[in-house]
């Protein structure tokens, strides 16, 4: 499976590429560290993951989320923030989103990964379902 990985922070950005590097079935396409390089990176790459940050330069994640929802539906798009909000985790699921994530939580983030990759060896479709909103 394809993902993108839109976050500002060199060092998570790295940190997350070289962790799902040694996932199987995960591939990191791209990375951007800006709302506008990630819109124009999904629209491009059409990946199968969109790991978005909400705090981001030039355009947020949330209006990064409003934008490419409508043109890639079976995209699952992971919010993976230091926002550990649940005001904003509900509105984040409102606008499109398929999980939220706190960045304190890795380990949930790998689990949803890790489901994604399985139920798309299962189902050979990028569009894994998954139904968990894991957030602590």
Partial sequence: MKV??????VLISDLLAEVLSRIEGLEVIGIAT???????MVQDLRPDI????????????LEVLKEIRPTVPSTEIIMFT????HIMRDFC???????????????DLLDILQECVNK????????CGCSSFPFQ
Avoid: Q, W
């Fill in 120 to 127: 798309d060896v299962d189902r050979e479709t990028p569009d």
């Fill in 4 to 9: 993108v990985i839109a976050e500002d922070s």
């Fill in 34 to 40: 800006n709302g506008v390089e990630a819109v124009s």
């Fill in 82 to 85: 230091a926002d550990a909000s």
């Fill in 50 to 61: 969109v790991l978005l940050d909400i705090s981001m330069p030039i355009k947020d994640g």
């Fill in 93 to 107: 699921l409102e606008l499109g989103a398929n999980h939220y994530v706190s960045k304190t939580h890795l380990r």
